[in-house]
């Protein structure tokens, strides 16, 4: 009976196949025949006309064109006939809302310039929508182009976290997020236990509309503001990051056996005996990546990279599987892991912990004295690490300075020694083909058990960190570059050039300091590199980073390889963080695919129709992850500094604006001196030179100069902190 249902659940899902291949193809068929020259609005009927030779049924075409709509890549015009957006002065994408109420349309069509909406054209649409906008000012692509939403497609704000306000028989939520500009009204009846100052959950009821605000109803009170614990979880549902797992996807994780059979151990290469280990933070619970390393009898290096094989047990389409697409990512929020699979996977049956079989997809590469990768395999293995090792211990052992670790770990030494020289050799490699390696200070931040920051301090990169860096990125190049010749549909990770006007403007920038770039005008990541080794050590050293870093544009997914700016590759993806990325994943997935011959014609254009919807979600859900993540460092360094108002220290100018400058302390914590509390003499910002100036002292203050400020103020709900001069 249960081999009967399992046959045709198959059998629907092949059905189910079959058609989205069929939808595609006859989608690309309507978009080819839409963009012809000659091609003007059509009916329905006129379509159908068209293409009755290609359908099987009407329904056929109702479906493709209904998903156009949707997606916005056609429109209905007034008259009901079909035509393509990007023809009729229209174009489709993502509206990203501004505090001061006007917004920016990110268009899908990534070589079309970001259009800027006035706050009276928005029409209701907020943060994130995705909509149609037309063109009202300006040319699509031009600098100065302005827009209209004429159409929202999807909404994406369907709950709102935000702060309660109680006025007189009705309430508002102010939205913790700054890009949704308006509050939601609440009614009386619709507060369910909300009060003044309390962080809640609101659902929306009513959509804006020009003039009037969004209606709602609280759904969740999470606690007031300032209660321990309510600023994480804030973020965390803010952020639409689920806690936890649907019933069905815990039921099919407890299925999964807690140890690897011989039966799987048996099809794999056996590295069991190998001499493998993992390098991982001290609190790190998933390991997904281990390393081994020999020196070869002609001088070069067998690099093996061991990933946990998270294909082997997640599925395509199971509820484990859908669940990991829908989060993406895992996400670090400083004391607590939001994981993208569930811990008896992640920390359990994948994790690549000691003295224990795990299936592994094995990357063997042998690299010559100048980092050339001259052979490589990629294979299914089964391993056995020898130690868990920690960043913190490798670095002592490499340094030489703890005879009690060196003798716990004697026996790997030496390899430990021949990791730190590829590392050099591979960095080195990297760097003479212009790789760019942003030396940014992380920030460590130490909560005690009730979720308070005791401490927060710059969190150091050892060599141990740049080992496991370095090996990870030769070996998610070689993975990629060797997929992308076998023209089989892939994730990529890439980095497209940067906007020239965008780089013109950091030229000009740190020109002020005395830097010049060469070549601005087709940049080459070289030049950007060799600036960031010209100013290392100085006092404009972070500043000039961190504007680079914001004249770049964002890494993405795509299934389409353009190569990664930043890393100077050719080629890139991600390839060794399966437990904990989607992409990495799903890569895993076809290249064991490909390993067993499983790619037919049928499979690739299945993969070719899923792909990019995958590297899409997986684009958006790693913003999602990337902001939560920040903001909960922000609110702790806040919160840090709520018990510190009225100290004071030196800190070093690391931005210069026409309202005050910001100041950064030296555990790396940021605030603002607003202009307002400078209180010696009148300042005016030269912009120019990115300085203020006191108009009867001609004191001057600019980016690297150090200054004494007090702690004036500590926002935790807004994430900010004040400073004045002393």
């Given at each position: 009976?249960?081999?009967?249902?399992?046959?045709?659940?198959?059998?629907?899902?092949?059905?189910?196949?079959i058609?989205?291949?069929i939808?595609?193809?006859?989608?690309?068929k309507?978009?080819?025949?839409?963009?012809?020259?000659?091609?003007?609005?059509?009916?329905?009927?006129?379509?159908?006309?068209?293409?009755?030779?290609?359908?099987?049924?009407?329904?056929?075409?109702d479906?493709v064109?209904?998903?156009?709509?949707e997606e916005?890549?056609?429109?209905?015009?007034?008259?009901?006939k079909?035509?393509?957006?990007?023809?009729?002065?229209?174009?489709?994408?993502r509206?990203?809302?501004?505090r001061?109420?006007?917004?920016?349309?990110?268009?899908?069509?990534?070589e079309?310039?970001?259009?800027?909406?006035?706050a009276?054209?928005?029409?209701?649409?907020?943060?994130?929508?995705?909509?149609i906008?037309?063109?009202?000012?300006?040319?699509?692509?031009a600098?100065?182009?302005?827009?209209?939403?004429?159409?929202?497609?999807?909404?994406?704000?369907?709950?709102?976290?935000g702060?309660?306000?109680?006025?007189?028989?009705?309430?508002?939520?102010?939205p913790?997020?700054?890009?949704?500009?308006?509050?939601?009204?609440?009614?009386?009846?619709?507060f369910?236990?909300?009060?003044?100052?309390?962080?809640?959950?609101?659902e929306?009821?009513?959509?804006?509309?020009a003039?009037?605000?969004?209606?709602?109803?609280?759904?969740?009170?999470?606690g007031?503001?300032?209660?321990?614990?309510?600023?994480?979880?804030?973020?965390?549902r803010?952020?639409?990051?689920?806690?936890?797992?649907?019933?069905?996807?815990?039921?099919?994780?407890?299925?999964?056996?807690?140890?690897?059979?011989?039966?799987?151990?048996?099809?794999?290469?056996?590295?069991?005996?190998?001499?493998?280990?993992?390098?991982?933070?001290?609190?790190a619970?998933?390991?997904?990546?281990?390393?081994?390393?020999?020196?070869?009898?002609d001088?070069?290096?067998?690099?093996?990279v061991?990933i946990?094989?998270?294909?082997?047990?997640?599925?395509?389409?199971?509820?484990?599987?859908?669940e990991?697409v829908?989060r993406?990512?895992?996400?670090?929020?400083?004391?607590?892991?939001?994981?993208?699979?569930?811990?008896?996977?992640?920390?359990?049956?994948?994790?690549?912990?000691?003295?224990?079989?795990?299936?592994?997809?094995?990357?063997?590469?042998?690299?010559?004295?100048?980092?050339?990768?001259?052979?490589?395999?990629?294979?299914?293995?089964?391993?056995?690490?020898?130690?868990?090792?920690?960043?913190?211990?490798?670095n002592?052992?490499?340094?030489?300075?703890?005879?009690?670790?060196?003798?716990?770990?004697?026996?790997?030494?030496?390899?430990?020694?021949q990791?730190?020289?590829?590392?050099?050799?591979?960095?080195?490699?990297?760097r003479?083909?212009?790789?760019?390696?942003?030396?940014?200070?992380?920030?460590?931040?130490?909560?005690?058990?009730?979720?308070?920051?005791?401490?927060?301090?710059?969190?150091?990169?050892?060599?141990?960190?740049?080992?496991?860096?370095?090996?990870?990125?030769?070996?998610?190049e070689?993975?990629?570059?060797?997929?992308?010749?076998?023209?089989i549909?892939?994730?990529?990770?890439?980095?497209e050039?940067?906007?020239?006007?965008?780089?013109?403007?950091f030229?000009?920038?740190?020109?002020n300091?005395?830097?010049?770039?060469?070549?601005?005008?087709?940049?080459?990541?070289?030049?950007?590199?060799?600036l960031?080794?010209?100013i290392?050590?100085?006092?404009?050293?972070?500043?000039?980073?961190?504007?680079?870093?914001?004249?770049?544009?964002?890494a993405?997914?795509?299934?389409?390889?353009?190569?990664?700016?930043?890393?100077?590759?050719?080629?890139?993806?991600?390839?060794?963080?399966?437990?904990?990325?989607?992409?990495?994943?799903?890569?895993?997935?076809?290249?064991?695919?490909?390993?067993?011959?499983?790619?037919?014609?049928?499979?690739?254009?299945?993969?070719?129709?899923?792909?990019?919807?995958i590297a899409?979600?997986s684009?958006?859900?790693?913003?999602?992850?990337?902001?939560?993540?920040?903001?909960?460092?922000?609110?702790?360094?806040?919160?840090?500094?709520?018990?510190?108002?009225?100290?004071?220290?030196d800190?070093?100018?690391?931005?210069v604006?026409?309202?005050?400058m910001?100041?950064e302390?030296?555990?790396?914590?940021?605030?603002?001196?607003?202009?307002?509390h400078?209180?010696?003499?009148y300042?005016?910002?030269?912009?120019?030179?990115?300085?203020?100036?006191?108009?009867?002292?001609r004191?001057?203050?600019?980016?690297?100069?150090?200054?004494?400020?007090?702690?004036?103020?500590?926002?935790?709900?807004?994430?900010?902190?004040?400073?004045?001069?002393?």
């Amino acid at each position: 009976m249960a081999e009967k249902k399992i046959e045709k659940r198959r059998g629907a899902a092949a059905l189910l196949n079959i058609k989205k291949e069929i939808n595609l193809e006859m989608k690309n068929k309507l978009l080819a025949f839409m963009r012809e020259d000659a091609y003007k609005p059509l009916s329905h009927d006129e379509l159908v006309q068209a293409f009755q030779d290609d359908l099987f049924q009407v329904s056929e075409l109702d479906e493709v064109l209904n998903s156009l709509l949707e997606e916005g890549s056609i429109i209905l015009t007034r008259k009901n006939k079909y035509g393509l957006t990007e023809k009729m002065n229209m174009v489709a994408g993502r509206i990203q809302g501004n505090r001061k109420g006007y917004g920016f349309l990110i268009p899908d069509n990534k070589e079309i310039r970001d259009l800027f909406i006035p706050a009276e054209n928005l029409n209701g649409a907020m943060n994130d929508d995705r909509v149609i906008v037309r063109l009202t000012a300006g040319e699509l692509g031009a600098k100065r182009s302005e827009g209209e939403v004429i159409r929202i497609l999807k909404r994406a704000n369907s709950r709102i976290v935000g702060t309660f306000e109680n006025d007189r028989g009705f309430g508002f939520v102010v939205p913790d997020d700054p890009r949704i500009y308006q509050d939601i009204f609440v009614s009386k009846s619709d507060f369910n236990g909300a009060k003044e100052g309390y962080k809640v959950v609101v659902e929306i009821t009513r959509w804006p509309e020009a003039r009037r605000n969004p209606e709602g109803v609280v759904v969740e009170v999470l606690g007031h503001k300032d209660d321990v614990g309510t600023d994480i979880i804030s973020v965390i549902r803010g952020h639409n990051l689920p806690e936890a797992f649907p019933t069905e996807v815990e039921r099919q994780a407890e299925k999964i056996p807690e140890l690897v059979s011989d039966a799987d151990i048996s099809k794999r290469r056996d590295l069991r005996e190998k001499l493998i280990i993992t390098i991982d933070g001290e609190d790190a619970k998933d390991l997904d990546d281990a390393v081994s390393v020999e020196v070869l009898p002609d001088g070069s290096y067998l690099l093996g990279v061991h990933i946990a094989d998270v294909s082997q047990y997640v599925f395509e389409n199971s509820h484990l599987d859908k669940e990991a697409v829908k989060r993406g990512t895992s996400v670090y929020l400083i004391d607590r892991v939001v994981p993208m699979l569930p811990k008896r996977l992640s920390n359990g049956i994948c994790s690549l912990n000691p003295q224990i079989e795990r299936l592994t997809l094995s990357c063997d590469m042998v690299i010559d004295k100048k980092g050339k990768v001259k052979e490589y395999e990629i294979y299914e293995s089964v391993i056995k690490t020898r130690e868990r090792m920690t960043y913190e211990n490798v670095n002592k052992i490499l340094a030489g300075n703890d005879p009690g670790i060196m003798e716990e770990y004697n026996y790997l030494i030496n390899t430990l020694k021949q990791m730190e020289e590829l590392m050099h050799i591979l960095n080195e490699k990297r760097r003479l083909r212009g790789s760019i390696d942003f030396e940014f200070e992380e920030t460590k931040i130490i909560l005690d058990k009730k979720g308070k920051p005791i401490e927060i301090k710059p969190y150091e990169r050892g060599i141990a960190e740049r080992i496991i860096e370095e090996f990870m990125l030769v070996c998610n190049e070689t993975v990629a570059e060797h997929m992308y010749w076998k023209e089989i549909p892939f994730i990529y990770r890439v980095h497209e050039d940067p906007d020239a006007e965008k780089i013109q403007a950091f030229n000009e920038f740190i020109f002020n300091f005395g830097y010049h770039l060469k070549g601005a005008a087709e940049i080459h990541p070289k030049a950007l590199q060799q600036l960031t080794d010209q100013i290392k050590g100085t006092k404009e050293e972070r500043i000039i980073n961190t504007l680079m870093l914001r004249s770049l544009k964002k890494a993405r997914y795509t299934s389409e390889n353009v190569g990664h700016f930043g890393l100077a590759a050719k080629y890139y993806c991600h390839f060794t963080s399966p437990i904990r990325r989607y992409p990495d994943l799903m890569i895993h997935r076809i290249i064991k695919e490909d390993i067993h011959g499983k790619l037919d014609e049928k499979r690739l254009n299945h993969l070719q129709s899923i792909i990019e919807d995958i590297a899409e979600q997986s684009s958006i859900r790693e913003r999602a992850a990337d902001e939560a993540e920040r903001e909960v460092e922000d609110l702790k360094k806040a919160e840090y500094m709520k018990d510190r108002i009225g100290e004071e220290y030196d800190v070093i100018i690391s931005g210069v604006t026409s309202f005050g400058m910001f100041v950064e302390l030296e555990n790396t914590i940021e605030g603002l001196v607003h202009m307002s509390h400078m209180e010696d003499d009148y300042y005016q910002f030269d912009e120019m030179h990115h300085m203020l100036i006191g108009e009867r002292s001609r004191r001057t203050f600019k980016i690297g100069d150090v200054v004494r400020i007090k702690v004036l103020n500590a926002d935790i709900a807004n994430r900010t902190i004040d400073f004045s001069l002393v």
